[in-house]
Nanobody, 123 residues
Framework: QVQLVESGGGLVQAGGSLRLSCAAS????????MGWFRQAPGKERVLVAA????????DYADSVKGRFTISRDNAKNTVYLQMNSLRPEDTAVYSC????????????????WGQGTQVTVSS
């Protein structure tokens, strides 16, 4: 069992930056790959970025490539999402999730979910 708590969301103007953090409980954080997801009002939850257990592999949704960076610090049981050049369409609730797989882009493969943190980007 893994408990996840996101933080770092807020209101930012277009072009600005935010850094989201996801703190994980437990002693098996490094045995989980991690993902960041987002869900905007009226839309489905989608994968934004994923990172393997060791951090050696990452992937991003096309909509955020070049702007967002996912990273993890296994010693601190924390995964981060650095978001730069934010756009109004990035507005959503951002959630982190953990999977027992070494690496996955499949939403269904993520076993544990945080409650999410709101990111609002104004024009």
């Amino acid at each position: 069992q893994v408990q996840l708590v996101e933080s770092g969301g807020g209101l930012v103007q277009a072009g600005g930056s935010l850094r989201l953090s996801c703190a994980a409980s437990g002693r098996t954080f490094d045995r989980h790959c991690m993902g960041w997801f987002r869900q905007a009002p009226g839309k489905e939850r989608v994968l934004v970025a994923a990172i393997s257990r060791s951090g050696g592999s990452t992937d991003y949704a096309d909509s955020v490539k070049g702007r967002f960076t996912i990273s993890r610090d296994n010693a601190k049981n924390t995964v981060y999402l650095q978001m730069n050049s934010l756009r109004p369409e990035d507005t959503a609730v951002y959630s982190c999730a953990a999977s027992t797989l070494w690496y996955t882009l499949s939403t269904a493969s993520y076993n544990y979910w945080g409650q999410g943190t709101q990111v609002t980007v104004s024009s």
